[in-house]
């Protein structure tokens, strides 16, 4: 196994997830894109703890994984309290804050 | 299921306690009175939250100097090959040395004032929630965290307890739309750069084999950690620093990344910006500081300054120049914060050099952070009061004639307003000098150039906070009463203009933070020693 | 530093794989990665709002999988639990409660999509030039070993405590933002 097979993978995941931060209108579809970044990161850490020989890239994934659950939480009830006020989760509908 | 008992137990780490306090104080503090408002409806009351979360800030701050004076009585310094005193603790996960403390400090000082104004502000805008200032203690233990994270790990954690608070702190005026809008804006941007900040980690983690910063720093000098060729890992590595270089960038607001600031300022709660912009650009200076000048300063400190160079410069003058068309005064200090994080970046920039210099630099940074802590709490705390019911005055037209309403106000407003222009006898001119100083004893030419930048950013920069100086001294415009035909109006107008509800602990704020403004500016070399300590214990 | 009890588990579960083994398990990589990027590459282009959560649930298998032909068990259980159970769940609740249209939405992307693609793009060429340049061919060691859940639960409780005590912190700061935010007045 090559260790760039899975590297390439996260790397691929990661520009999919940057592509759909900037390209999503809708609040949750922009949360499911940072979700996908962080599972690149992810995927990066554990190949690296297999190159390494070392627990610490595993362990380093849980805890990511549980500040990704935290983030979505946190996300998903600002994203609710938008939608209570607007009726609209539009990210470019946010636009009452300029110069 | 015998095997299970058999099992020899694992060996926990030593966990020397005292070290700890202000990190356990500050996120114990936030525990608890959450706990106790739940428990206890009397803890609810008016001002009892407020004055929790200042005793906590206090008893964080009062534990400091007994550290210090522990850290310099140790017979054998754990960590720190310079010698300087430091602990590494629980299997160097953290360290405690003259920086955290530093650092500690100005974090724990910045929970007492924002609590201070926050107590004011929730009572005017009809707030009653403790949950405002356990969301600060967490902040800040976070912020603590940060700053000593000895471990990549660490200090990730350490960013996301910071942040995730600060995220909702932004978004809690909860009758305001402009408020959620910019919690949201701030949670989206800083997810989408914690997100890349991690991934920077990993690429670093995937290059040296080692996630604690002083494994980083070990195996680039050596370079053979994990049977890596020296060659081969190094395009890697800067492309994990450049990534993490993102994600401090965006906390810290430096260009290009500082796209959320004026937005998420003008939107949120006027005493969460002034956290925003004192503690947690404290925070992420500090942990920013220690990744790079610990983590990344042996070999790569020369490909990395480059980019900080670049992103100084820039920072600063986006910062100035952006500001002068801006009317809403919190989009106007939101530059200017712009601004000021790029002065950092200069002295960064400084800090990155070898030994003296680089010295000079780090303690230029740690006195920018105490001088900037003071002055941008202390302005957020006016635009505060003039802010007036709701949080939506905040036109620079707003300030028309304060001098004669609110002499003593106006007066503090412009000591704080001159202090971040860098006027002399300010905290603000020994600020921006030592930072500029230090570049320029960088004695390169590209560093000759950023030192102009910055003199060039400080010189058009003082015409926007001028500008805020001669609206408060001008008169109020007559114009709006004279409109106004219907009497009942008119006095409804002339209650408008004269209803500025001054509390007594906000323009307490207010004249602490210009008293030691001028203080720090006349006698700049209060505390010296323990910003020299400080800025020795980032050698490794 | 590192206890005997670690190091005695580590060293009984040394797996050689045979290359025919090794074999069918690239392959398996090979084929779950080509459909786990098909999905993400769904999922940020779908015009449906469900769709779009339904792969990222294919993509977050994929990643689970992921872990296990890595050797790391606990990860993809906790993938599995965490992201595919718990997670998914909260993103559903998010686009039922916010009303998405049933069927598709013709306003979910910007107009301009070149500054998201470029940006994409140059990301992957600047990571995959330095991944190549540092790594190439190389191969994961053959004789990889498990990463067994004693061993995290081992390193976590000992070595990596602060870490996992700052996380708590960091659940509470969440726990109690989202129910602040979330409150009616």
């Not at chain 2, 959620?180 to 980690?201: C, H, M, R, T, W």
Request: no cysteine.
């Amino acid at each position: 196994m090559f260790l760039n097979q899975f590297l390439f993978f996260a790397a691929i995941l990661f520009s999919i997830g940057v592509y759909g931060v900037l390209t999503r209108k809708n609040g949750v579809l922009v949360l499911m894109s940072i979700e996908l970044i962080l599972n690149a990161v992810n995927i990066n850490l554990v190949a690296f703890g297999a190159l390494h020989q070392d627990i610490s890239g595993q362990v380093f994934v849980l805890f990511v994984i549980a500040v990704a659950a935290a983030e979505v939480g946190v996300g998903l009830a600002i994203v609710l309290l938008i939608f209570r006020n607007r009726r609209s989760i539009n990210v470019a509908e946010a636009d009452l804050l300029k110069g | 299921m015998m095997s299970l008992f058999a099992q020899v137990p694992v060996s926990t780490p030593e966990i020397q306690w005292f070290y700890l306090a202000p990190i356990l104080i500050l996120a114990l503090g936030g525990v608890l009175l959450i706990t106790l408002t739940s428990v206890a409806p009397v803890m609810r009351g008016r001002h009892i939250s407020a004055l929790f979360t200042v005793a906590t800030g206090v008893l964080a701050l009062a534990f400091l100097p007994f550290i210090a004076a522990r850290l310099d009585g140790l017979v054998d310094p754990v960590a720190g090959q310079g010698g300087r005193p430091a602990v590494d603790l629980v299997s160097s996960a953290l360290v405690v040395d003259h920086f955290t403390l530093w650092v500690s400090g100005l974090i724990s000082v910045a929970v007492i004032l924002v609590a201070v104004m926050l107590d004011g502000y929730l009572e005017r805008e009809g707030f009653e929630s403790p949950e405002w200032y356990a969301l600060l203690l967490i902040s800040a233990s976070g912020g603590v965290i940060l700053a000593s994270a000895e471990d990549l790990i660490v200090t990730f954690l350490g960013l996301e307890i910071l942040s995730i608070a600060v995220y909702v702190l932004a978004a809690l005026h909860l009758r305001r739309s402009e408020s959620q809008e910019a919690g949201f804006k701030y949670f989206i941007l800083g997810a989408l750069s914690s997100a890349i900040f991690l991934y920077g980690i990993a690429m670093v983690y995937g290059a040296t084999g080692s996630t604690t910063l002083t494994g980083v720093a070990g195996s680039m000098t050596g370079r053979n950690a994990a049977g890596l060729s020296p060659a081969v890992d190094s395009s890697l590595v800067m492309v994990g620093i450049a990534l993490m270089l993102i994600g401090f960038g965006f906390k810290v607001s430096a260009f290009p990344l500082h796209i959320w600031t004026p937005d998420v300022y003008q939107g949120s709660p006027t005493p969460i910006v002034g956290f925003m912009t004192s503690a947690v650009k404290v925070a992420a200076f500090g942990g920013m500081m220690r990744v790079f000048l610990v983590g990344f300063g042996g070999t790569f400190a020369s490909d990395w300054r480059v980019l900080v160079l670049f992103m100084a410069g820039f920072t600063i003058l986006f910062g100035s120049f952006l500001a002068i068309v801006q009317t809403n005064i919190k989009r106007t200090m939101a530059f200017s914060s712009i601004a000021h994080a790029g002065f950092m970046l200069v002295g960064l920039y400084a800090a990155a050099s070898p030994v003296a210099i680089g010295d000079t630099g780090k303690r230029a940074v740690l006195f920018y952070l105490l001088a900037y802590t003071f002055m941008s709490i202390g302005t957020f705390a006016v635009i505060s009061i003039v802010g007036k019911k709701g949080d939506g005055n905040h036109s620079i037209e707003a300030y028309r004639g304060l001098a004669k309403r609110e002499p003593l106000l106006a007066m503090a407003f412009t000591v704080l307003l001159f202090g971040q222009v860098g006027a002399p006898f300010t905290a603000g001119f020994f600020a921006k000098f030592r930072v500029i100083a230090a570049a320029a004893q960088v004695e390169r030419t590209e560093a000759y150039i950023l030192a102009g930048v910055a003199m060039l950013g400080a010189a058009v920069g003082a015409y926007l906070y001028l500008r805020v100086v001669v609206a408060m001294f001008l008169d109020v415009q007559e114009s709006p009463s004279t409109e106004m035909a219907d009497s009942a109006d008119e006095t409804l107008a002339l209650v408008e203009v004269r209803a500025l509800e001054v509390p007594p602990a906000t323009l307490a704020v207010v004249l602490l933070a210009a008293v030691v403004t001028l203080v720090l500016g006349i006698f700049p070399d209060i505390g010296s020693g323990a910003l020299a300590e400080a800025a020795l214990a980032l050698v490794r | 530093m590192m206890s005997s009890a670690l190091l005695a588990i580590q060293s009984t579960n040394p797996i050689a794989l045979t290359p025919n083994e090794l074999w069918v398990i690239n392959t398996f990589f090979y084929v779950i990665a080509a459909v786990g990027i098909v999905a993400a590459l769904k999922m940020v282009t779908t015009k449906n709002v469900v769709h779009a959560a339904l792969y990222l649930l294919v993509v977050l298998t994929v990643v689970a999988a992921t872990y296990i032909v890595l050797g790391a068990e606990f990860a993809a259980a906790t993938q599995v639990m965490v992201y595919i159970g718990a997670v998914m769940v909260l993103l559903l609740f998010g686009v039922m409660l916010t009303r998405a249209k049933i069927g598709d939405d013709g306003d979910l992307d910007y107009d301009s999509k070149w500054i998201g693609g470029l940006s994409a793009v140059s990301m992957f060429a600047v990571m995959g030039y330095s991944l190549w340049e540092a790594f190439g061919t190389d191969e994961l060691p053959a004789d990889m070993a498990v990463q067994r859940t004693g061993q995290v639960a081992n390193s976590i409780f000992s070595q990596y405590i602060v870490p996992f005590e700052a996380l708590s912190m960091l659940l509470l700061a969440a726990l109690i933002g989202a129910v602040v935010v979330a409150r009616r007045d």
